[in-house]
């Protein structure tokens, strides 16, 4: 499938506003120059498209191409040891505080070369894209100085000339700091000045911070925004994870893309997020790795209107995954999210917390990047365990 052709005879998750009348069955989606021309029923299919080449999916489900907007994909080193650790009760902030954890991440990450930082990401991207997922978000924040931060946003870049997926990559280069300086001298020095280089570099799409005990405090997060706005990036947060520091109404003050994880998020958090439109990234994968009780708001999130996305954290602490349907599965099981809002999640959701408008839903003019999956109901792909039904993939409309 190439050039212009038409897709017909499936079963459209278009994921757009109109979708509450439900999925679409005998749609048919008009592809042409790499993106969508035309998706709905195919009674409504205008007589301009009849005369492409067809090709019937027997009825199968398509839907957008899955979106992890959170991912930290780039990185070395492993924590095996450190999940012996936790089944023995030490805490996730308990082996951090003692030099472990991000740290310990930051270590081998610096030690690794161009080629194996490059190595291990394009590992982890292809399972990822043997799920369906077309974009992914990737951030820096494993190394802590200039030349490490850096060369995690260009390997990160470069995914894309290796493999057909889509790659945003966020600045986090306030994820922690080094154990010989203070939060303040860490930003000044080091961190915020790598900002503007990678941002000079174009290497950046939008800037992240650990707000945490463990790592940033809504002061310090501040200053991360406030030179983000200087240069005209977008901001996101790793906020309420461990505990409620109030980084979600800073984000929100700052009109922050999404604020990511959210498990302690308080009632005033929720409003803030609801009145900036800031989308709610819920990481299950997370909540499960460290055995965390505390639920997100989620009712209070829906109530509220927040948009809510889902995503892997993909990293090699917290989150030692790669599966974005793993990560759908958990959001309805632990997080109580339907079926529909782990789709929504996962892809149009996803497209906002990255501030995309070109992909994340079945309809006109958006990039023809598609997944078309071997299930009669949209369900199990929230419902399936380590099981990945992918038919096909098609990205930019060629199928790969
Ligand atoms: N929260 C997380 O879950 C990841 N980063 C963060 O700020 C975990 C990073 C790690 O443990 O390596
Ligand atoms: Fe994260």
Redesign the pocket.
Known sequence: MAGAYLLTEAMLAPMTESFASGYAEKGVIAVENGAIAFAGAAEKMPDQFSSLPRKSLDGRLVTPGLIDCHT?LVYAGS?AKEFEMRLNGAS?EEI?RAGG??FS?VEATRAASDEQLLSGALARIDRMIAEGVTTVEIKS??GLDRDTELRMLRTARALEQHRPVRVRTTFLGA?AFPKDMTADDYLTDICLPTLEEAASEGLVDAVDG?C?TV?FSAAQMERVFEAAQRLDLPVKI?AE?LSDSGGTQLAAKYGALSAD?LEYLSDDGVTAMAKADTVAVL?PG?FYALKETQLPPIGKLREAGVPMAVAT?S?????PMTSLLLAMNMGANLFGLTPLECLTGVTANAAKALGLNDCGKLKARMRADLAIWDVTDPAELSYRMGDAPLHKRIFGGAEC
Do not use: K, V
């Open positions: 930290h924590r996730y951090m954890g991000i991440t924040g494993y994820h650990f945490e790592g790793h994870q994880h990481l997370a954290d990293n090699p602490g917290s989150a």
